[in-house]
């Protein structure tokens, strides 16, 4: 089971579990179009993520699911370890 973290939602696992199945990187506005969220949404939680070590930015405004995003999806990282933002 995945940690609960105050800060996180519904739209930060749904931006993960995209990144991990598609296997790419990708811009706000391509998850925005795919998650049926805005881009400005979707840009705001991708910033909370980049900041976690969840995702990795690899240009200026393409990201990809890190190692720590892909251990929080499968519940190997704790919630401890995300408040303490160790990864």
Do not use: F, H
Request: overall charge negative.
């Amino acid at each position: 089971m995945r940690p609960r973290v105050d800060w996180m939602n519904q739209t930060d696992d749904r931006i993960l579990e995209l990144l991990e199945e598609s296997d790419l990187i990708l811009t706000p506005a391509v998850l925005a179009k795919n998650l049926d969220y805005t881009r400005n949404w979707v840009s705001r939680r991708i910033n909370k993520l980049l900041e976690a070590g969840l995702v990795e930015q690899i240009d200026a405004s393409y990201y990809r699911i890190s190692d720590c995003g892909q251990a929080y999806l499968s519940g190997e990282l704790g919630a401890d370890e995300l408040n303490r933002k160790e990864c």
